[in-house]
Nanobody, 116 residues
Framework: QVQLVESGGGLVQAGGSLRLSCAAS????????MGWYRQAPGKQRELVAT????????DYGDSVAGRFTISRDNAKNTMYLQMNSLKPEDTAVYYC?????????WGRGTQVTVSS
């Protein structure tokens, strides 16, 4: 079992920045790749970014590439998402995800609201 808890969301003006955190607990030794997803009202959940176990490989959704940066600190069992140049269309609930032994684990999400 793996537990994921997101934090760091909030209300920010367009052009501002936020840093999200995802703290993992439980069988953290089994965690490999991790990712951030988001879901806006009335829309499907979409991939924001992924990161490999060691952090050397990252991937971003087209809508956030160049503005968001994913990272992780395995010593702290924590993953981060630095979000810069935020836009109103970034407003969504942001979820942390990992897959262990073919089972997807999700956090409860953290709300990010960007005002224009």
């Amino acid at each position: 079992q793996v537990q994921l808890v997101e934090s760091g969301g909030g209300l920010v003006q367009a052009g501002g920045s936020l840093r999200l955190s995802c703290a993992a607990s439980g069988r953290v030794d089994s965690i490999n790749a991790m990712g951030w997803y988001r879901q806006a009202p009335g829309k499907q959940r979409e991939l924001v970014a992924t990161i490999s176990r060691g952090g050397s490989s990252t991937d971003y959704g087209d809508s956030v590439a160049g503005r968001f940066t994913i990272s992780r600190d395995n010593a702290k069992n924590t993953m981060y998402l630095q979000m810069n140049s935020l836009k109103p269309e970034d407003t969504a609930v942001y979820y942390c995800n990992t897959r262990v032994w073919h089972i997807d684990y999700w956090g409860r999400g953290t709300q990010v609201t960007v005002s224009s």
